[in-house]
C-alpha cells in the first residue's frame, strides 16, 4: 500500500483551476472584485439554504467557496513573485 496516494479530484476542483486561470490574466483590483463577488455568493447561497434546505444551494455554496480559493491562491503566487 502506498502511503503517497492521490487526493481524489472533485467538481469543485475544476472551478477553482478555471477560475484561477481566467483571474491571472487580471488587475489585483479586478481580482478582488471577483473575491467579492464570490463571497457574497456564498453568503447569499448560504442564507437561502437556511431558509429552504435545497440541496443544490449547497453545491453552489461550494463552488463559490472553490472561487474563491482559485482567487486567492492567484494573489498569494503573485506575491510570492514579487519578493
Known amino acids: 500500500m502506498s502511503l503517497l496516494r492521490a ?13 484561477a486561470r481566467r483571474v491571472a490574466r487580471l488587475s489585483e ?9 464570490a463571497g457574497s455568493a456564498i453568503a447569499r447561497t448560504l442564507r437561502d439554504f437556511h431558509r ?22 492567484t494573489l498569494a503566487e503573485r506575491e510570492l513573485r514579487a519578493k
Do not use: C, F, N
Open 7 to 19: 487526493r481524489p479530484t472533485y467538481p469543485t476542483d475544476d472551478v477553482r483551476e478555471k477560475v
Open 29 to 37: 483590483a479586478e481580482m478582488l472584485d471577483w473575491a467579492d463577488v
Open 52 to 73: 429552504s434546505h435545497e440541496p443544490e444551494l449547497l453545491q453552489e455554496a461550494r463552488e463559490a467557496i472553490s472561487a474563491l480559493q482559485g482567487v486567492i491562491d
